[in-house]
């Protein structure tokens, strides 16, 4: 359960650069509320995390979002 305002995507993306996994994988959740176009390519990047658990928000969300995963990154 979220409370007040959207993070921003700016935010969304700072946070997929911390050293805590457990906030990584929320990124990934957060930019998967966002448009496709907009965060494809930053899911597709998370996908190359060392987390299982952040690999898995990031393939989570690509599937939400319809996006298709390249191979090489599964």
Not at 57 to 72: C, H, K, N, S, T
């Amino acid at each position: 359960m979220q409370f007040g305002p959207e993070p921003s995507l700016e935010l969304a993306r700072a946070l997929t650069k911390t050293k805590h996994a457990e906030v990584r994988s929320n990124a990934a959740l957060l930019l998967a509320r966002r448009p496709a176009a907009d965060v494809s390519k930053d899911l597709v990047a998370l996908l190359g995390d060392d987390s299982p658990l952040v690999q898995r928000r990031a393939l989570e969300g690509m599937i939400r979002l319809q996006v298709a995963a390249p191979l090489d990154k599964l």
